[in-house]
């Protein structure tokens, strides 16, 4: 079976200068790349750390 094709997103914190990165999430959890250099390599998080991140940007 073929990969889903990710959707990239940016936050809507991000100045419109375009330095910041972009994420998708896919079942496996959430990948990370740069704005600026999207054909570079991506970062793979599995989901329990993603989560784990996020939180500890709340607090």
Do not use: I, K
């Not at 990969?3 to 994420?23: I, Q, R």
């Not at 740069?34 to 998080?45: E, G, H, V, Y």
């Amino acid at each position: 079976m073929a990969e889903p094709t990710p959707h990239w997103y940016t936050s809507s914190y991000s100045a419109d200068a375009g330095h910041c990165v972009e994420v998708a999430h896919l079942a496996e959890g959430p990948l990370v790349r740069d704005s600026q250099n999207r054909t570079a390599s991506m970062l793979a998080f599995p989901s329990g750390e993603w989560s784990a991140l996020m939180r500890s940007t709340r607090d």
